[in-house]
C-alpha cells in the first residue's frame, strides 16, 4: 500500500511542481518566463565564469593519475592502512574522492566487477560514495564561480570531513559486514 503510494507521488511530484510554480507566478502576477529567461542567462553566466577552473581542475587530475602520484600515495598510506584494517584496494578510491566524484564512481564500479557487489570492498565502496564528498571539485567551482580565493579553513574542514567519511565507512563496513 504504502510502495503504491509512493510510487505515484513520485510519478507526479515534478509535473505537479511544472504546473503549480508557473501558476503561482501568474497569480501573484510575476512574469514567469522572463524571470526564467533571465534565470537560464545567469546560469549560463556562471557556467562560462568556471569553466577555466574546472579545465585546470581536470588537468590536475590527470597529472596526479598518470604521475604514478596517486600509487605512491597508497603505498605510503600502507602502514596506516593495514593498522586500521582497510583493504589496500580501496586506497585509490579513497584518495581520489576528494578531488572527483566520476573518477571514483568509474573506479567504485570497477572495485565491484572485480570483487563484487556484495563483498566487503563492494560493500565499503558503496558506502564511502554515500559519506564523503568531492571537496576539491566544490571548492573549486563553487568558490571560483563567486570569486573567493582564501580558502584554507575549508579545505582543511573539507579533507577532515573527507577523512572523517572513510573512518566511519571503515568502521560501518566492518561493524555490520565484517
Given at each position: 500500500m504504502l510502495?503504491?503510494?509512493?510510487?505515484?507521488?513520485?510519478?507526479?511530484?515534478?509535473?505537479?511542481l511544472?504546473?503549480?510554480?508557473?501558476?503561482?507566478?501568474?497569480?501573484?502576477?510575476?512574469?514567469?518566463?522572463?524571470?526564467?529567461?533571465?534565470?537560464?542567462?545567469?546560469?549560463?553566466?556562471?557556467?562560462?565564469?568556471?569553466?577555466?577552473?574546472?579545465?585546470?581542475?581536470?588537468?590536475?587530475?590527470?597529472?596526479?593519475?598518470?604521475?604514478g602520484?596517486?600509487?605512491?600515495?597508497?603505498?605510503?598510506?600502507?602502514?596506516?592502512?593495514?593498522l586500521?584494517?582497510?583493504?589496500?584496494?580501496?586506497?585509490p578510491?579513497?584518495?581520489?574522492?576528494?578531488?572527483?566524484g566520476?573518477a571514483?564512481l568509474?573506479?567504485?564500479?570497477?572495485?565491484?566487477?572485480?570483487?563484487?557487489?556484495?563483498?566487503?570492498?563492494?560493500?565499503?565502496a558503496?558506502?564511502?560514495?554515500?559519506?564523503?564528498?568531492?571537496?576539491?571539485?566544490?571548492?573549486?567551482?563553487?568558490?571560483?564561480?563567486?570569486?573567493?580565493?582564501?580558502?584554507?579553513?575549508?579545505?582543511?574542514?573539507?579533507?577532515?570531513?573527507?577523512?572523517?567519511?572513510?573512518?566511519?565507512?571503515?568502521?560501518?563496513?566492518?561493524?555490520?559486514?565484517?
Amino acid at each position: 500500500m504504502l510502495v503504491n503510494v509512493l510510487n505515484v507521488i513520485s510519478q507526479w511530484a515534478i509535473p505537479l511542481l511544472l504546473l503549480i510554480i508557473p501558476l503561482y507566478g501568474f497569480i501573484k502576477k510575476v512574469p514567469v518566463y522572463e524571470k526564467f529567461v533571465e534565470g537560464a542567462e545567469e546560469g549560463f553566466r556562471t557556467a562560462v565564469r568556471i569553466i577555466p577552473f574546472l579545465v585546470g581542475m581536470m588537468v590536475a587530475i590527470s597529472v596526479f593519475r598518470a604521475s604514478g602520484a596517486m600509487m605512491v600515495l597508497g603505498s605510503l598510506l600502507k602502514p596506516i592502512t593495514d593498522l586500521i584494517a582497510a583493504p589496500a584496494e580501496i586506497m585509490p578510491l579513497a584518495i581520489m574522492r576528494p578531488l572527483s566524484g566520476s573518477a571514483v564512481l568509474g573506479m567504485a564500479a570497477e572495485l565491484m566487477k572485480f570483487h563484487g557487489p556484495d563483498s566487503f570492498i563492494g560493500r565499503l565502496a558503496s558506502i564511502m560514495q554515500g559519506t564523503t564528498d568531492t571537496t576539491f571539485f566544490v571548492l573549486t567551482v563553487y568558490f571560483g564561480s563567486i570569486g573567493v580565493t582564501r580558502y584554507r579553513y575549508s579545505v582543511v574542514s573539507g579533507l577532515s570531513a573527507d577523512i572523517t567519511g572513510f573512518l566511519v565507512s571503515l568502521y560501518l563496513c566492518h561493524r555490520l559486514f565484517g
